[in-house]
Structure formats: C-alpha cells, structure tokens
C-alpha cells in the first residue's frame, strides 16, 4: 500500500503537470498576485514536510554509508551541501525543540527563511533563560512572522527578551555581548602577504565596532555621490539615474580598495603616536540609564555598511554592550541619539532648501534604511526626500523628509508612479494606471 505522503506527492506532481504548457501571459495581474502568494504559501508547506521526514532519515543515510540525511541529500539531488547541512539544523530543531514554528511552517504562515532566522534567535538566547521565557519567546515570534521579512525578524529576534521578559533582558544582553566582545578581542588579527606580483593580499578578522568605523571612513572615500553634485536637491530629477552618476560605475570592492589606499594616505603621521590617528566621530543611540549601570546595549549607527557574518545574520554588528560604549567614549566623539539642543538646529523650516548634516543625522537614526517598502539600502547611502516638495513650500525639517535610495528616490518623482506613506513610516510605490 502507497505511503500516504507519496500518494499526496503524486497527486502534487499530476497538478503541475496539468499546467505545464499554461503561460501565465494571459494571467491578469490579480491572478499573478494570487498565484505568487499561494505558491510561496505551498512552497512552506512542502518544506516543512521535507524537513519533517529528514529528521527521521537517519536509517537513508546508514543504508549508502552518508554521514547523515543530509550528507546523502546533497548528493541525491545535487543540493549544495552547506544548504543541506543547514535544512538538517533546522529540521532537527523543527522536530525537538521549536513545534510552534513547524506548525506555522506547515500551515504556510512561515517561510523557511523566517523559520531559520526564529530557530537561530531562539538557540542565541543564553543557556540561563527559562525553558517558560524561551517558548514565549518562540510564539511571538511566530505571530511577527506574519508581518515581518527575515531580515526585520531577526531585529526583533534580538530584542525579544526585552518583549517577553524585561525583568533578565537587559543583564542577558549585557552578558551576551560582553562574551561576543571578548572573542572578537581574542580573534582579532590581520595579515599582509605579498603575492610577487606587485600586489599584497590583506586579510583579518575584526570586533565589528572596529569594522562599523573602517567602514565609515572607507565610504567617506568610496561613495559615488561625494563629488560636488545636488546629491539631495530632489528638483526637477530625470528620471534616468544615469544621468546622476558623478563617478564612473566599480565594482564595490574594487571601490573600497581604492578608498583604501585614500584614507592611509590621508592619516595624519604626527598623530599616530598618540592614539593611532584621530578618532572618528561615533553615533550611539543608549538609554542612560544603561549606560550608567554598565547594563542593556547601544545601537551602533552605520553597521549595516558591513556585509553580515557567515549566518547572514542581518544585525550583526548593530549593538555594543554598556561597556565599549563607555570605552568609545573614552577616544571618539559620541554624537547623542537624541539630536538638537543649542549645538545643531533641525528643524530649518523654510530657511534654507537642502537638508543639513544634522539633519541628514536625525534621518539617519530614524530610518536607518531607503523606507520603501521592502527596500534594506542603508540610510547612508540613501537620499533625503521632501514629502512635500521645497518648490510648492515644503519645509526642510524632520517631519517633511524621508530617506530613500537613489533608486525610489527617482520613483518618488516619476509621475508614472504613485507613492503612499503607511502608518509605520515606509513608502509603498505602485505604477499608475
């Protein structure tokens, strides 16, 4: 008698042969719509089944002599074996320790991206947090899934404690970063090698404050839009962002090398005795209250510039423990969260018509990325925008910008499309019929 899930198999493989030769050419867009949704819908609950069924092959891979299911996998289906490794994890972890994000992988509310990014928030919660905490942890979670892309996810992921159990957040938080910092110390290192051709290959490993501050000094020298140009007038734009490229196009790391040898050449050599050049200006969003008590985490400003680690985990990078923010402030001007006062005005109103740098600042801390929807271009390389246009007496402060990348940016002033802000700030875009 056929298994029932190969019987249901079969049936899957007859639907999709009977629209082999369908076009979706002749779909309206409604339908196309529909048809994207479900199938993503259909695609997690096909995952999850598969997962299911590898945590309980281990006699598959005994009987061809694998290491394990997925070692066997990667080869039956010529998987890459690092995906395969991976879909094991997580299915291991569906099926011991994570019901709650089966269930919802199975019922299509979950993608499996989401689920790895769930599944690795909660194994990141340190060893001392309640089982209790952490199956709070795991249904919040899920019902965020229903609203939030992996990559928000993870954000909330880090963070969930403080949600579910502000009572230990901030001390396992606290302790949590501490570990990582004290590794990323004990890791630190970079080497030169010469290659005999002219060329020497640098390499190291980095704490991510370090990397976050190269990273902003690389871009001072890397970013296209540094050549005097409008780069924030948003008047009378072409639609054709070619037409606003001051640079020519490189390659991204090709860029970066070049900024590279630009900023050693820009260092101050009666200054490296002293504290190894100067010290750059650091934006740290902290309650000061954590600050005080050496308790909690700051926000790191600008992390985002730095690529993810090995996990693609989204945040890495993002928050430094109480501590090395007192140490930063030891060696680096710390520019406050909390922007204005005496020293920088924001609010300019209609006293001059680009934004200014504090300005650019205060957007920077609170949109941190292009707000069109879906859109994760960091803040720092996106556009400050006047909802209401300069020209028809739109102010230049706060409540009239958002950042958006060079790309909406030109969307924004294309009459072919429409552009609406939702309730949580971020622009939708949708062509005009």
């Not at 070619?242 to 630009?262: C, K, N």
């Not at 925008?385 to 294309?414: E, I, K, M, Y």
Request: aromatic share 4%; charged share 25%; net charge negative.
């Amino acid at each position: 008698m056929t298994h029932p899930i190969l019987a249901s198999a079969c049936l899957v493989d007859q639907a999709l042969k009977a629209v082999a030769d369908t076009s979706p050419t002749f779909m309206s867009a409604t339908d196309k719509a529909e048809a994207l949704r479900e199938l993503v819908r259909l695609e997690s609950r096909l995952t999850e089944l598969r997962l299911r069924i590898m945590a309980d092959a281990d006699d598959v891979a005994a009987g061809t002599g694998a290491r394990d299911v997925a070692d066997w996998l990667a080869r039956e289906a010529r998987l890459r074996p690092e995906d395969a490794r991976a879909d094991l994890r997580l299915a291991l972890a569906l099926d011991r320790a994570r019901p709650e994000v089966g269930a919802a992988l199975w019922a299509g509310e979950m993608t499996p991206p989401q689920a790895h990014v769930v599944v690795r928030a909660l194994d990141d919660l340190p060893a001392s947090v309640p089982a209790e905490v952490v199956g709070v942890a795991e249904r919040a979670l899920v019902d965020h899934a229903a609203r939030f892309a992996p990559k928000q996810l993870a954000r909330i992921g880090r963070h969930v404690l403080t949600v579910v159990a502000p009572q230990i957040a901030d001390e396992a938080e606290a302790r949590r970063l501490q570990a990582e910092e004290s590794e990323a110390r004990r890791r630190t290192r970079v080497s030169l090698r010469r290659l005999g051709d002219g060329t020497t290959r640098l390499s190291g490993i980095l704490p991510d404050a370090v990397a976050t501050r190269l990273a902003h000094c690389l871009e001072a020298f890397a970013n296209p839009r540094r050549e005097d140009s409008p780069a924030d007038s948003d008047e009378g734009r072409s639609t054709d962002p070619s037409m606003h490229d001051p640079v020519a196009r490189l390659p991204y790391p090709r860029r970066l090398g070049e900024a590279f040898g630009q900023l050693v050449e820009a260092l101050d050599p009666r200054r490296l005795p002293l504290h190894g050049g100067d010290a750059t200006t650091v934006v740290v969003t902290i309650p000061l209250a954590s600050l005080q008590s050496g308790l909690g985490a700051g926000d790191l400003l600008g992390a985002g510039t730095v690529p993810s680690d090995a996990h693609h985990d989204p945040c890495a990078g993002a928050h430094l423990s109480a501590g090395e923010v007192r140490r930063l402030a030891c060696n680096a001007g710390i520019v406050p969260a909390v922007l204005g006062g005496a020293s920088e005005v924001l609010d300019l109103g209609r006293a001059r018509r680009l934004f200014s740098a504090a300005q650019r600042r205060a957007l920077l801390l609170r949109d941190r990325t292009c707000r069109a929807e879906g859109c994760d271009v960091p803040g720092t390389w996106a556009e400050a925008h006047h909802w209401l246009p300069w020209s028809s007496d739109g102010p230049t402060d706060l409540a009239n910008g958002v950042l958006l990348c060079s790309h909406h940016h030109h969307r924004a002033h294309d009459p072919g499309y429409a552009c609406d802000r939702m309730p949580d700030g971020d622009v939708r875009f949708a062509r005009r019929t």
